[in-house]
């Protein structure tokens, strides 16, 4: 691992990993559940008598696929998620009240140019010229 890079040795690796492993376990469990549901509707549209639903059990057993599918695309795509926000705000892409809401400790996201002239400090307007 070099200097430069933080993080885990062989990062990338778990984290393609558990998008791999995430995706796999959720595609199962979204065709046991087609596959639940489809069984209970046929039963009942049935012209049968005694028609029953014989695979509503793989809705049961999809439960546990889709909860570790759903943990690992989390952790897979949360870094990504993470970069995306923090490159959103960085850009100036924040929504226009979010410069008004902030405290006056931090600096607000839009320019001293466009903030109005009534917001400004005398710090603030010295430093911009």
């Known amino acids: 691992m070099s200097d430069s890079q933080p993080g885990y040795r062989n990062q990338g690796r778990a984290r393609t990993l558990m998008r791999l492993v995430g995706v796999i376990a959720m595609a199962a469990a979204l065709t046991m559940i087609v596959l639940a549901v489809a069984d209970f509707f046929s039963a009942f549209s049935s012209d049968e ?6 695979k509503f059990w793989l809705f049961f057993l999809a439960l546990p696929f889709f909860l570790v599918g759903a943990f690992c ?3 897979g795509f949360l870094g990504a998620g993470a970069r995306y926000a923090r490159a959103r705000w960085r850009r100036r892409l924040a929504p226009p009240w979010a410069t008004w809401v902030w405290v006056r400790r931090w600096r607000p996201v839009r320019s001293v140019a466009r903030t109005p002239a009534r917001m400004r400090s005398s710090a603030t307007t010295a430093a911009a010229r």
Request: charged fraction near 0%.
């Open 49 to 54: 008598f005694g028609a029953q639903p014989t």
């Open 73 to 75: 695309l989390n952790a």
